[in-house]
């Protein structure tokens, strides 16, 4: 074992227990009637969310002082080859509405690269988690995507079938949504980790954050698939998002293209 698998396993554990307690911390708020303001983009937060964060950060900070920490409520700090993203609550719109598809996100990036991804669902307690060469695992359990091979057995997560045209993408999502087998809603992170567990065979978002996606790559590879843009290039940083299968994907672009 190198001196890097032992680091990206400390990476792994720090980053999917420090997941865990931040979620925890958001169950305290779920289902109690916790009031959403309005951010400048139209999107939710909520005091959880913003709890969340800080437990996050107070942790990167004393374990790793010298890793900067990329955040959706509180931004940069920082600078560095190490970089810590966090979404407190991906999904604030299904936890302010009591819906416990909500999650935790943390991705550590080194040197341009995502080796390090956590996502935990507090109100389910589950747990997908993953680091470069270590494997994926939900709930401490190897996870792989599915062997499904044909779109027309396919299942098909999205969060909001509307951002799909007002993102140009809503000839695409015809295509594909009448290609496969069945439509599932509410995705979020939630259709992401659906695929790198075997569940669904695809989820597509139209319009995405860094911090939306920041575990994810190491997830699908880890798994097994492929997360990356519409045009099948892998990255994070596209502020659009795909996660199928190798065998699916070729096919999922030629939709695309129309």
Not at 83 to 89: A, E, H, L, N, V
Request: hydrophobic letters at 40%.
């Amino acid at each position: 074992m190198t001196v890097n698998d032992r680091s990206l396993q400390s990476y792994l554990a720090f980053a999917t227990e420090t997941a865990y307690l931040a979620g925890r911390l958001t169950l305290g708020y779920f289902q109690t009637g916790t009031a959403a303001e309005f951010k400048s983009d139209n999107t939710p937060v909520t005091v959880a969310d913003k709890k969340a964060e800080e437990l996050i950060r107070q942790r990167i900070e004393k374990k790793y002082p010298e890793h900067a920490i990329v955040g959706e409520e509180y931004g940069q700090s920082g600078q560095g080859s190490h970089r810590w993203f966090i979404d407190p609550i991906d999904g604030t719109k299904s936890f302010v509405r009591g819906v416990p598809l909500y999650s935790v996100l943390i991705g550590l990036e080194i040197d341009g690269n995502v080796e390090v991804g956590a996502v935990y669902f507090p109100a389910l307690d589950e747990m997908v988690a993953a680091a470069t060469g270590q494997g994926c695992w939900f709930n401490g359990r190897r996870s792989f995507v599915s062997t499904v091979d044909r779109l027309d057995k396919a299942v098909v997560a999205f969060t909001d079938p509307g951002s799909f045209a007002e993102y140009g993408r809503g000839d695409a999502w015809e295509r594909i949504q009448r290609a496969c087998y069945f439509r599932a809603g509410w995705g979020d992170a939630y259709g992401h980790c659906l695929v790198a567990t075997g569940r669904v065979e695809l989820m597509l978002d139209a319009v995405v954050n860094d911090w939306d996606c920041a575990p994810f790559p190491p997830i699908l590879k880890e798994a097994g698939g492929y997360f990356g843009d519409w045009r099948g290039n892998p990255t994070m940083y596209a502020k659009e998002a795909i996660s199928t299968t190798p065998a699916l994907l070729p096919q999922v672009l030629e939709l695309i293209r129309g």
